[in-house]
């Protein structure tokens, strides 16, 4: 019994971070054994601002963020976070890759917020977190720039 629960708390499955958690000294912080597998691309969502980043369904864009290997441990502390499930609830997306004549699937989590209702701009300290990621990650702040003047549009 003992053994199952360990490798239970062992197991790894993959997050994908879009927001705060791309940065990898934050993710260090809040699950240590999270590792970083490289960056992911979510088709068929959008980056939007409710003051913190959220993804939301649209066919015609995507998402690029921070891929990592995490434990059941790094699941419970994002899920705190996250306020899961009142302020974010789990999403996942399967990624198909080939391993010679075998083929893999992979079960991505990710988080999306509850409510969908308002669109705002984030804080500037948020923001830097989030810019920092996106240099941990060597991405360009170009989709994060559209999402946050979007966000901002809202506002007028």
């Not at 499930?85 to 990624?95: I, V």
């Not at 308002?118 to 996106?134: A, D, H, K």
């Amino acid at each position: 019994m003992a053994n199952r629960k360990q490798k239970e708390k062992e197991k790894v499955s993959y997050y994908f971070a879009y927001g705060s958690n791309m940065n990898h000294d934050h993710m260090k912080m809040r699950c240590p054994q999270s590792k970083y597998v490289g960056t992911y691309t979510l088709e068929g969502y959008e980056l939007i601002f409710r003051g913190v980043a959220d993804v939301q369904p649209n066919p015609d864009k995507s998402v690029t963020g921070a891929l990592f290997k995490i434990t059941q441990d790094c699941e419970r502390a994002l899920d705190v976070y996250e306020g899961y499930p009142h302020l974010y609830t789990k999403k996942y997306h399967w990624q198909f890759h080939g391993n010679g004549d075998k083929y893999v699937d992979d079960k991505i989590m990710f988080y999306s917020m509850v409510d969908k209702h308002v669109v705002y701009p984030p804080s500037e300290g948020y923001l830097s977190t989030i810019v920092g990621g996106y240099q941990d990650c060597e991405l360009s702040t170009d989709p994060l720039q559209a999402a946050i003047e979007f966000s901002a549009q809202r506002l007028d």
